[in-house]
């Protein structure tokens, strides 16, 4: 008898933070991954900022991208769930983190890669002022500084900008924005102009931890640049105009910056973290902290006992291997190596204009081959959490079970698709149902079934079942839920009652009962939402993570919206984009942005509730949802009985931001050449055939919009109602030419 692997979900690592060393943990468990141990990464930042290219952005050297680090691809190839979220609160007793939106996160080991914020001395008045971290924050406001600068500068007038900090982040900053804005002017970086650049450090010399040629290096630099040094100046506070400091001085500045000292936030001290006495987590030499040795910390938040660093990346990123090594050793019960940070680092100091000094204890360089290895240094760590190996799926298949046709189909789609990408095939379920209703008067179909009672209503039933998509079970059972309903919504009428089935994926007692509680919180939530009542269910183990709802609904037969009623003249709205399982397909790739997949499941999320409650009122003659048939396969099951006509506006259907993107690059559901049969319908698709926007016609959707045929005289105000209630992107995209063809058929324009 062959031995069968199955792998249970055994603990939960949680890391907290984007940070650098968190990369690396991320990059190897996708490397190497440890079965059983779940992972999930919190961030309040998602593209996370590589600060050692800041410099260069602001100078305008490199786009804002390329200094950025998406982190959902990464988390993707870790097989980590991301959630997007400001954590303030860890209950270290109960391991349960608050969230936000969502119940508390229950977790057996946790790490912490924060990074730091400004040191609280700068903080009076920071209203008027932008602190250099979070980076997210200060790109936003020195984009609107640039602008400012720029259009002053011009005019000839004053604009002065101040640094606060004696560091390499002030200098780096001052250089970059007064070669940017110089050279935007076409100024000569040593001509005088209205702009006054000055940096303010409370030491008595800049860079105080670097070496005096270093220094004089900079100051020189800086003295040819007419950019003011102010030291041994301490902020007293900012205001709107200027900056005074405790000696007395007031500068005027119609932009303050700081990049002072950095400090820990204050909420891991109070939920119980020990603290050095710098004021930053206790950390041991295995980046354990000293009070929690389930809690593991590194970059600026940790202060590693012994070995006291400046809070720079450099150590950050030496961290991170040694990091993600002892967290998979803690986790499965091994002995935990040492982290030795090294005694000096190479510090690379951007002087805005294509040069740079490097420094490494008492020696130090200058110049443009400099900036260039920084440049690749840069790019390089970038490009190494970026560019990620390509997803391989191989399937278990003796060769000469099938012709070469069917093994190459099931080989090219060994990467299946969940959701609704998931579905059987159309071709395959109508063959099957014919073969069941032989000899029966053709079947009528309709998004959810109807039953008559006694007093002249009708129950309605649906059922919908989704495997998960995302590595977020809480996330999940409000898309799943969301998407069941939608086909009672489609018929107009309002979700009553329902009963879940469940599929749960075998793993420990403990994580069983935290993975059925995030399911079972998700699905409440969004069923108390739309009022609907969740009356029971089943639950059994399956392979994968499954959420399925039985729909119930009562209505009147008269006020029952079907799918085949659409009238000549009528027009063809959409009340949300196209592409969710294309995106998805490149998710599961590791090719799908954050931005992207988030504004995909904001849709996803969007109950079709109001847009159901809009299209009666307006009257509508036909609606039907958009989900695992794709538009082209939903939009023929409307127009085919009574053989209408359409014409579609291609250019007019909504997409998802990255969804044409991805299809241009070929990216599709496993879904899509099953959909694709529906092409048929459209009587001049060889124009198209090449356009990625036709192609997403055929793209399977999770818990789409709806689709309807509404009368033309009121299809305006329906359409400005749907926009109102929050459906934005929703489109006139059609209109019916006529009705009562022998064959349905659609014209794109």
């Known amino acids: 008898m062959q031995n069968a692997s199955v792998t249970p979900q055994a603990k939960h690592l949680v890391l907290l933070g984007g940070g650098h060393s968190h990369l690396f943990v991320l990059k190897r468990l996708g490397m190497d991954p440890v079965p059983g141990l779940v992972v999930t990464l919190i961030s309040s930042e998602i593209d996370t900022p590589y600060s050692g290219a800041m410099p260069s952005y602001i100078s305008g050297f490199c786009s804002k991208d390329a200094m950025h680090i998406d982190l959902r691809p990464l988390a993707q190839f870790a097989g980590a769930r991301l959630i997007k979220a400001r954590v303030e609160e860890i209950d270290l007793e109960a391991k349960t983190i608050s969230l936000p939106g969502r119940p508390p996160l229950a977790f057996d080991l946790i790490s912490l890669n924060p990074g730091s914020t400004p040191s609280p001395q700068a903080l009076h008045g920071a209203e008027h002022a932008c602190a250099v971290k979070p980076i997210a924050a200060f790109l936003t406001r020195w984009e609107a500084v640039h602008q400012e600068a720029l259009a002053a500068v011009r005019a000839g007038q004053d604009f002065a900008i101040s640094l606060i900090g004696g560091g390499p982040a002030s200098v780096e900053l001052a250089l970059a924005m007064h070669y940017r804005i110089h050279t935007d002017c076409g100024l000569k970086l040593k001509e005088r102009s209205p702009l006054t650049m000055r940096i303010i450090g409370a030491a008595q010399e800049l860079l105080p931890q670097h070496n005096g040629k270093v220094r004089q290096r900079v100051m020189s630099t800086l003295k040819k640049r007419r950019i003011e040094v102010h030291s041994g100046q301490r902020v007293k506070r900012f205001l709107a105009d200027s900056v005074q400091t405790t000696e007395g001085q007031d500068f005027k500045s119609d932009a303050s910056f700081y990049a002072t000292g950095a400090a820990l936030a204050a909420w891991p001290a109070r939920c119980g973290l020990g603290l050095a006495a710098d004021g930053f987590l206790d950390v041991l030499p295995t980046l354990q902290t000293a009070s929690h040795e389930f809690v593991f910390a590194a970059g600026d938040a940790a202060s590693i006992r012994g070995a006291p660093r400046p809070k720079s990346g450099v150590y950050a990123v030496r961290a991170g291997k040694i990091l993600a090594e002892n967290l998979i050793r803690y986790a499965t019960q091994r002995k935990l190596k040492t982290f030795k940070p090294q005694r000096q680092a190479l510090a690379l100091i951007s002087m805005g ?397």
């Open 353 to 749: 204009d294509k040069s740079a000094i490097a420094s490494k204890g008492s020696a130090s360089a200058q110049g443009r081959l400099v900036w260039q290895i920084k440049q690749r240094i840069d790019s390089r760590f970038v490009n190494r959490f970026s560019h990620l190996p390509a997803t391989q799926v191989e399937i278990d298949l003796a060769r000469g079970l099938l012709d070469s046709e069917d093994e190459s189909q099931l080989r090219s789609h060994a990467l299946r698709c969940a959701g609704c990408g998931a579905k059987v095939a159309s071709g395959v379920l109508d063959e099957v149902l014919d073969e069941i209703h032989e000899g029966r008067e053709p079947r009528r179909v309709e998004d959810a079934s109807s039953v008559a009672l006694p007093d002249g209503r009708v129950l309605l039933q649906s059922i919908d079942q989704l495997s998960a998509f995302i590595n977020d079970p809480f996330l999940f059972a409000r898309i799943a839920s969301n998407h069941a309903l939608s086909d009672i919504y489609a018929m107009g009428a309002q979700p009553h009652s329902a009963l879940a089935v469940i599929g749960m994926p075998m793993a420990s007692r403990t994580m069983s009962k935290r993975l059925l509680s995030e399911l079972m919180q998700g699905c409440k939530l969004t069923l108390a939402e739309n009022d609907c009542e969740l009356l029971g269910g089943h639950t059994a183990e399956n392979p994968q993570l499954q959420l399925g709802l039985a729909v119930n609904a009562f209505a009147k037969p008269d006020e029952c919206l079907t799918k085949d009623g659409a009238s000549a003249t009528d027009l063809l709205i959409l009340t949300r984009p196209l592409g969710t399982g294309t995106l998805l397909a490149g998710d599961m790739r590791a090719l799908s942005r954050h931005r992207w997949i988030e504004s995909a499941v904001e849709q996803m999320l969007l109950s079709n509730r109001r847009a159901s409650q809009i299209f009666s009122k307006h009257r509508a003659s036909a609606c039907t949802d958009i989900t695992g048939f794709g538009f082209a396969g939903h939009l023929a099951e409307m127009i085919t009985p009574n053989g209408a006509a359409i014409e579609l506006a291609l250019d007019k259907v909504p997409l998802l931001e990255g969804s044409l993107e991805l299809a241009e690059r070929g990216v599709r559901s496993s879904l899509y050449e099953s959909n694709k049969r529906a092409a048929s319908l459209f009587y001049n698709d060889e124009a198209y055939g090449s356009d990625a926007r036709f192609k997403l016609l055929f793209d399977p959707q999770t818990a789409g919009g709806l689709l309807a045929s509404i009368p033309e005289q009121s299809a305006g105000d329906c359409l400005t109602e749907l926009h109102e209630a929050g459906y934005g992107a929703a489109a006139i995209i059609g209109r019916v030419i006529r009705t009562g063809d022998a064959t349905a058929s659609v014209v794109l324009k």
